[in-house]
């Protein structure tokens, strides 16, 4: 058992177990408790019960097989072996955005209640970690009174997660906040149970009632897409006058005030969650007629898609304003580095944009090949970085894996067709490639 382990023995039932929930599950097993994952999927209740992640995370697969193997964790896809077993559900499900819409789709939120209100006849805790509109636990509470043989015995809380993907172990067992959004001290205490050991290591824990809990969640993605952005609208005033942004970031980020993390300038943001948490919460500010936060973000998701503009515009010019007959080589297809996620991905986004103008675009990532092959099958991809960027007229650097900072200017310099690179991340050294003989260009960088 971990050191530390808490004495007692709460039961732990997670309910989705993709991203959110297999990190949850495998946390709360290396807690010390016993937890069983409720996966319809029948693929990923496979790999995971072998103790597989259903996705890449580093260092998620041994996690799950140490627990599986301990017996301290299982998945199950019947709803039946969890219910009346677990003293604590966590609700681990997707909210994406709906079609046609920039409200979140609160289907599989919904479905969950479906199929285990009317299975809970004790007394439990049933937790949301999802994020959600502010205001959806309160219809979740009204459901499980009203559809659950326990009645007003199943109570409600919120505690929302802050798990970034490529850091989902550590933000699980290591958390720099744990926010509590609970209606009775027994709620409070049972989380604090569960918690125990990041919170004897020191973590603060904010109790609250349930809609500061879910707008927490809401409003530190908004509050961080709003960072990315205030800096890429830096980036265009360092293009204006030969400023640095980078430098500008570094400086800016020593005030403490202000930090200088999510100060990165680049291509934007992109994948599973802030984009679309983004657009949920104006939606539901609109909602509540709060219009000043739907002027507020909606800029900030302006300025995020107008970066994409920009690296198709700089790349055009890059080619000297022809498309056809050209050869681009996109480095990276996730959204960021350390994942083998593609939702929203910009770096995807501007390899298709640039295909549909008539260049040809060959894709290369470490990691999210076969995502990017199933999301844009038309566009070509290459075994490794290298046999990417063969008779290329141009590079762009558009994901942040390190193994693209560890590739030789020299050498490639020998296989394209001519030596032009576009850094939208801005992280690989101007310097060498310069020196290697390269037209070099990141936008925000003198
Ligand atoms: C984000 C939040 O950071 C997590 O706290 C939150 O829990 C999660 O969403 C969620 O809602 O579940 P994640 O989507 O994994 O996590 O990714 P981030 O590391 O926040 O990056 C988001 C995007 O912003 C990426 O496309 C990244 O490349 C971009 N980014 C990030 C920048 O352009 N500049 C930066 O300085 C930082």
């Known amino acids: 058992m971990t050191e530390g382990t808490p004495t007692g023995s709460l039961r732990i039932a997670v309910i989705g177990t993709n ?41 998620l697969d041994p996690l799950l097989k140490k627990h599986v193997d301990s017996g301290r964790l299982r998945f199950t896809k019947d709803y039946r072996e969890v219910a009346d077993w677990a003293d604590v559900y966590f609700i681990c499900v997707g909210t994406p955005q709906q079609e046609g819409s920039d409200a979140a789709d609160l289907g599989q939120v919904n479905s969950v209640v479906d199929m285990l209100a009317p299975l809970l006849t004790r007394p439990c805790l049933v937790v949301g970690r999802s994020t959600v509109p502010v205001g959806t636990s309160k219809l979740v509470e009204q459901r499980f009174h009203s559809e659950s043989p326990a009645g007003i015995g199943v109570e409600i809380a919120w505690q929302p997660e802050f798990l970034r993907e490529a850091h989902g172990v550590d933000d699980t067992l290591h958390p720099d906040r744990l926010v509590f959004g609970v209606q009775s001290a027994e709620a409070e205490a049972t989380l604090r149970q569960v918690f125990a050991i990041p919170i004897a290591e020191g973590c603060p824990v904010v109790v609250c009632n349930l809609p500061t809990a879910e707008l927490v969640k809401g409003g530190a993605n908004a509050f961080l897409a709003t960072k990315i952005s205030f800096i890429n609208a830096l980036s265009e005033m360092a293009d204006a006058t030969g400023a640095d942004v980078t430098q ?60 994409r503009a920009r690296v198709v515009d700089v790349t055009h010019e890059l080619l000297g304003a022809e498309w056809v007959g050209r050869n681009v080589t996109v480095l990276g297809a996730a959204f960021k580095a350390g994942t083998d996620d593609v939702r929203d991905s910009p770096a995807l986004d501007i390899a298709g944009r640039i295909q549909l103008h008539g260049a040809t675009v060959t894709v290369y990532d470490p990691e999210a090949m076969d995502n990017a092959r199933r999301v844009r099958p038309t566009l070509r991809y290459a075994d490794s970085a290298v046999e990417a960027c063969a008779d290329a007229h141009l590079i762009l650097h558009l994901t942040e894996w390190p193994e693209f900072r560890a590739l030789d200017p020299v050498a490639l310099k020998e296989i394209v067709a001519t030596p032009v690179i576009l850094d939208a991340r801005l992280l690989l050294d101007a310097a060498s490639w310069r020196a290697a003989g390269w037209k070099y260009r990141a936008p925000g960088k003198a």
């Open 248 to 307: 500008l970031a570094d400086a800016l980020g020593f005030d403490k005030r202000i930090g200088r993390g999510m100060l990165n300038a680049g291509p934007g943001y992109g994948g599973g969650c802030l984009p679309k948490d983004l657009r949920a919460f104006m939606a539901r500010a609109g909602e509540l007629g709060v219009e000043e936060v739907i002027t507020l973000l909606r800029e900030v998701d302006d300025i995020n898609y107008r970066r």
């Open 19 to 59: 991203y959110l929930g297999a990190n949850t599950a495998a946390g709360m097993a290396e807690f010390g408790f016993d937890v069983i994952g409720v996966e319809i999927d029948e693929h990923r209740l496979k790999l995971l019960n072998d103790g597989k992640a259903p996705l890449y995370e580093p260092g």
